[in-house]
């Protein structure tokens, strides 16, 4: 079985960035989400995490946020001996590299090829007018 990516957060947004992910690069089978209800508290949103992993020999999760429950339930399971590599501040370059990595069996650090793939774009914009002027 492939490698496993889990998308955990508050509210849909896992379920968002999948399909937005797969807009892009095709049906992902090995992504799964699960997601914070706002009725529902660290308990029952562990019971839908420990559902959707209890397969996976081999996975990795995305948080949405640092300090949020959602992290917090993956990292309790971490304290208590689970094996899994675990994200905060979860993006969509983030599962890019992810299914990258898997695609070309690759091993880029997540971290450094999402921050790179975040950029203020009127920087971006600003540098290429100083360039054009400099041409003229």
Same mark, same amino acid.
């Given at each position: 079985?492939?490698?496993? *990516?889990? *998308?955990?957060?508050?509210?849909?947004?896992?379920e968002g960035l999948k399909a937005?992910? /797969?807009?892009?690069?095709? !049906?992902?089978? =090995?992504?799964?989400?699960? +997601?914070?209800?706002?009725?529902?508290?660290? &308990?029952? $949103?562990?019971?839908?995490? /420990?559902?959707?992993?209890? %397969? $996976? %020999?081999? $996975?990795?999760?995305?948080? #949405? *946020?640092?300090?949020?429950? !959602?992290?917090?339930?993956?990292?309790?399971?971490?304290?208590?001996?689970?094996? $899994?590599?675990?994200?905060?501040?979860?993006?969509?370059?983030?599962?890019?590299?992810?299914?990258? =990595? /898997?695609?070309?069996?690759?091993n880029e650090d997540l971290v +450094?090829?999402a921050t790179t793939n975040t950029?203020?774009? =009127? #920087?971006?914009? =600003?540098?290429? %007018?100083?360039? &054009?002027?400099? %041409?003229?």
């Amino acid at each position: 079985m492939a490698k496993q *990516l889990v *998308l955990i957060s508050h509210g849909s947004f896992s379920e968002g960035l999948k399909a937005s992910t /797969e807009m892009l690069m095709g !049906p992902q089978d =090995n992504i799964h989400t699960v +997601v914070l209800e706002p009725s529902e508290g660290a &308990d029952d $949103f562990r019971a839908k995490l /420990e559902e959707v992993i209890k %397969d $996976f %020999d081999e $996975f990795v999760i995305f948080a #949405d *946020l640092l300090g949020g429950t !959602p992290c917090n339930v993956a990292s309790r399971l971490l304290l208590e001996g689970r094996e $899994f590599e675990l994200y905060a501040g979860m993006s969509m370059p983030m599962v890019i590299g992810f299914i990258n =990595n /898997e695609l070309v069996g690759m091993n880029e650090d997540l971290v +450094v090829f999402a921050t790179t793939n975040t950029k203020k774009v =009127n #920087d971006l914009l =600003n540098a290429s %007018d100083d360039e &054009d002027d400099e %041409d003229e």
